[in-house]
């Protein structure tokens, strides 16, 4: 298979000059292509990203199709109704090797249906741990914490599902893993500090999943589209190529390039910033443009 152009919607951290692509896909771009699609006038291609993102959800309110929504101070992607404004469902993209997002929390998300059983440190903690204290030494407590002042802290989707009254929050990523294991609440290290969330609460989707949706319905669209889901499909791929490989189908195992797997295999890369990388291959692109209008 030929070395192919990568779009822009697989821009990442870094290029590869080796096999001309971004190992390293930036996550926030990457959702927001997905919620453009989601939210274009084409209603096909918006119903197929709906489906991805959301099985299982009604992609239609007020007799018509919902629209996805990317705001970057909640959930990563969230179904809204394009007439009423909605929320119908919520969903979170967790790749492999992203940083686990824990946010300030109150005590009484510790307390919400979303786990299973609140942790013995709620029932035990004066109230005052609800805000910054411990100014000047490290906290002591047993709640989740970081950092000098202490704050307490959760995962994000617990803060999510809790904000939108008890809307679960599907939960994307490409390993088989539980909600738990995937945000490490449960700590063999300190177990009075750890807690079990509600699985029924964080639906898992597997990128592998979304992948072989978008291959497989991708022929349908215009070649612009087509290219854009040809980035987003390589970002999911090479986020976890070993673990999602083995779950495409034939037609989106097709869209895996040669130096795609080169790179993800390290073979012989060579690294630049991504402004630079990106500004040669769009002066690539625009010779190879040039040359097939002539």
């Known amino acids: 298979m030929q070395t192919q152009f990568m779009p822009y919607a697989i821009r990442g951290t870094s290029g590869c000059t ?23 006038p084409d209603l096909k291609l918006r119903s197929l990203i709906i489906d991805a ?6 992609s239609k309110c007020c007799g018509v199709t919902c629209a996805v929504r990317s705001t970057g101070n909640d959930a990563d992607f969230m179904l809204r109704c394009s007439v009423c404004d909605r929320l ?33 440190w709620v029932e035990t903690a004066p109230l005052w741990i609800e805000s910054k204290h411990n100014e000047t030494v490290a906290c002591v407590d047993l709640h989740p914490r970081k950092g000098t002042p202490c704050r307490l802290v959760a995962p994000q989707v617990l803060i999510y599902t809790n904000r939108h ?8 990523t490409d390993r088989d893993i539980s909600i738990s294991e995937l945000y490490r609440t449960i700590r063999n290290d300190s177990p009075e500090q750890g807690f079990e969330l509600e699985e029924t609460r964080f639906p898992i989707i597997r990128s592998s999943t979304i992948v072989n949706k978008l291959a497989e ?19 999911f791929w090479i986020w976890a190529p070993r673990l999602v490989d083995p779950k495409l189908s034939t037609q989106a195992r097709s869209w895996i390039p040669d130096n795609l797997r080169e790179c993800a295999d390290k ?18 692109r625009k010779r190879r443009d040039l040359k097939s209008g002539q």
């Open 165 to 172: 009254k008890a809307m679960p929050v599907s939960v994307i």
């Open 267 to 284: 073979n012989g890369c060579s690294n630049q910033p991504w402004e630079q990388f990106a500004a040669a291959r769009l002066e690539a």
């Open 88 to 120: 119908l469902a919520l969903t979170e993209n967790k790749p492999r090797y992203t940083p686990i997002q824990w946010s300030d929390a109150a005590i009484t998300d510790f307390q919400s249906s979303a786990v299973v059983a609140p942790p013995l």
């Open 53 to 58: 993102l959301f099985p299982g959800s009604d």
């Open 18 to 40: 080796t096999h001309d692509v971004s190992p390293k896909p930036h996550e926030g771009f990457v959702n927001s292509q997905l919620a453009h699609l989601g939210s274009t």
């Open 217 to 235: 319905a991708a022929p349908e669209f215009s070649p612009d589209v087509i290219e854009t889901l040809h980035g987003i499909v390589h970002a």
